[in-house]
């Protein structure tokens, strides 16, 4: 314990002599997260730039470009010819196109289909899916309007026209987000994946500190050596940096689900535990990373390389069963991909403990690591500290004999 207590003050002294340490742990998280709530605070995109191409210039497109108007979502935007729009959707000035064909009102009173051409950029997916509906809602009202004028004047009595024109109404509601908001649909897992991002980063940043040390120096009695005591300043920085990034975890939750009020059916306790285990899995991870390396540039750069794309393997804005096995076995490895799941039951569905349990039990391959992470600190971590050695040698100065003496 009197060892534990003073690698945990060897910790705090480092934590308290690197700026960037204690930015990762203070500011840095709060600004992002505050940040990336104010992006999504709308809470739904509102007038996003369509592309409208009149080629009929008729009494019937101008009506729908009206109905397009009306739409909160799209704000028209009218092009002379479908080239100019298309360049302008390459540069992002534009979501979609629309295209009025020629002599389309013509082709509809004579009983023609006359074809609406409508493109959006797939690559935003949130936005593309968006317009998409959207755009059809607006200009589908506006043909049925129209179709009711054409029965009308054949003779068609009211009352049977709207029975003609949808024999079926149909309803969708989403069960889970019933206003559509995007903050409740996208802020969480982004926040988690910038929490596991900066939870990397921290202790990343502890263990690479050990290889710069000087081996012959001692910190409150502790010897900087790499392999002595070697456990217990891993435990220390458990110790240490859990209940802070915990903190950061529960003020996510706390900013979600009490502050703004976000649909929560479930318990928050269930999601702190789930925090926990991710939180540990990450550490286990970047451990065994660490272990493996030994060199603080490509520990990081590793790192980031391995979480950066922790959204996007999440499942929320892409199923996972169509990704590439590739990338699927790619996201188990990923803590926040086993994490989600947990979030998402408990908020939505107000999943118990045994449900929570029982995928909490996916993280099984992280407990499989620490044998391996054991193993090869015994056999790799000496060689980097005689390498550190020789490297203290020669910057202090000190003549290294010639080959034969």
């Not at 995109?45 to 009306?70: C, E, F, G, N, Y």
């Not at 970047?286 to 493996?292: D, E, M, N, S, T």
């Not at 403990?353 to 391959?365: D, I, R």
Request: aromatic content about 10%; proline content about 6%; overall charge positive.
């Amino acid at each position: 314990m009197a060892l534990l207590i003073a690698l945990v003050r060897r910790e705090l002294n480092a934590l308290w002599r690197d700026p960037w340490q204690l930015a990762l742990i203070s500011y840095i998280p709060l600004i992002g997260m505050l940040c990336l709530w104010w992006l999504f605070s709308a809470g739904l995109p509102r007038q996003l730039p369509v592309a409208i191409v009149d080629q009929d210039h008729s009494q019937l497109s101008r009506m729908l470009t009206r109905q397009l108007k009306a739409n909160p979502v799209t704000e028209p935007q009218n092009f002379t010819d479908l080239a100019a729009a298309v360049s302008a959707m390459q540069q992002a000035k534009v979501y979609a196109i629309v295209v009025f064909p020629y002599d389309m009102k013509k082709d509809l009173l004579t009983g023609h289909k006359p074809t609406i051409d409508v493109r959006y950029n797939s690559q935003f997916l949130l936005v593309g899916k968006l317009l998409s509906s959207q755009i059809q809602l607006s200009l589908g009202d506006g043909l049925l309007h129209v179709a009711g004028l054409k029965q009308l004047a054949n003779g068609t009595p009211k009352s049977q026209v709207a029975v003609n024109l949808s024999p079926v109404k149909s309803q969708t509601t989403a069960l889970f987000n019933r206003n559509n908001n995007y903050i409740g649909f996208l802020v969480p897992p982004v926040l988690i994946a910038l929490w596991q991002l900066l939870s990397m980063l921290v202790m990343a940043n502890s263990l690479n500190r050990e290889l710069h040390l000087a081996p012959t120096n001692q910190n409150n009695g502790v010897s900087n050596t790499l392999t002595e005591h070697f456990w217990p300043k891993v435990l220390a920085k458990l110790v240490l940096f859990t209940p802070i990034l915990m903190l950061q975890g529960s003020f996510i939750l706390a900013w979600l689900y009490l502050y703004l009020a976000l649909p929560m059916a479930g318990s928050l306790a269930l999601l702190l535990v789930a925090q926990l285990v991710m939180l540990l899995a990450v550490w286990s991870l970047v451990l065994f990373i660490f272990v493996v390396m030994r060199d603080s540039a490509r520990v990081i750069s590793f790192c980031t390389a391995l979480f950066a794309p922790a959204f996007a393997f999440m499942g929320i804005t892409f199923p996972t069963h169509d990704m590439p096995q590739l990338a699927q076995w790619w996201r188990l490895i990923m803590p926040s991909s086993h994490y989600i799941e947990s979030h998402v039951s408990v908020v939505s569905y107000g999943a118990a403990w045994p449900s929570v349990a029982g995928q909490l039990s996916s993280y099984w391959g992280f407990i499989c690591l620490l044998p391996f992470i054991y193993l090869l600190s015994r056999q790799l971590l000496p060689s980097t500290v005689s390498a550190n050695n020789v490297v203290a040698v020669v910057d202090s100065g000190v003549a290294l004999p010639a080959k034969g003496q």
